[in-house]
């Protein structure tokens, strides 16, 4: 598989644009789920561990998951410095490659685009949750396909939020929600996001 991130790894978290998002990503996700210490919880499309990195200090444990190999090792290379447990896993989640695990909550920014069938992976990552256990995860809103710049595998344009919540019921959550998350202020836009959450049967 090709990996779409080898040659943007190294700068990858020197971008103030992405730093900036990620920051207010990573508050929109503590502000709509219930994160709490002694948590496991995984981080889909984890890429650098720039929100890992700001989950870091509310939790026990994350599990960082990435399909692209370069992402990883940047990752790798941060997790010592990090004040909870990091495990690192090289896994493409879309096509059932699931590890043997279950987590409190899954989180996850700017991935779902990239994902084919997003609601066939929400069934998939439910299969990884405790029962009561949470998805949360941040992407853009529909846009006009001027958000990326290079090519990384993007399979969507954003998402219609209504799109989004129908897959999560469709997938079995509850107590779903979707909510702002932040402005992205790229050099040549300006591009809505959101959070959305849901809840797998207790």
């Not at 929109?28 to 720039?50: H, K, N, Q, W, Y």
Request: glycine content about 8%; hydrophobic content about 40%; some cysteine.
């Amino acid at each position: 598989m090709k990996d779409y991130f080898a040659v943007r790894a190294d700068g990858y978290d020197h971008t103030d644009y992405r730093l900036n998002y990620v920051d207010e990503m990573a508050r929109a996700i503590r502000r709509v789920a219930p994160i709490e210490s002694g948590m496991r919880l995984l981080d889909f499309g984890a890429g650098t561990g720039l929100l890992t990195q700001r989950l870091a200090p509310f939790v026990e444990e994350i599990i960082a998951v990435d399909i692209s190999p370069s992402m990883i090792v940047k990752l790798e290379e941060k997790k010592s410095a990090l004040p909870c447990r990091i495990e690192t896993l090289r896994r493409d989640l879309t096509r059932g490659d699931l590890p043997n695990l279950k987590v409190d909550g899954i989180v996850s920014t700017m991935t779902f685009h990239h994902i084919e069938d997003p609601l066939s992976l929400l069934k998939r990552l439910k299969q990884l949750l405790k029962p009561g256990g949470f998805v949360a995860f941040c992407d853009v809103d529909t846009e006009d396909g001027s958000f990326h710049t290079v090519d990384t595998g993007v399979k969507h344009f954003g998402f219609e939020r209504e799109s989004v919540l129908r897959w999560m019921e469709e997938a079995g959550y509850r107590a779903l929600k979707i909510e702002d998350a932040t402005i992205i202020e790229k050099p040549h836009g300006a591009y809505p996001a959101f959070v959305a959450y849901g809840e797998a049967e207790q």
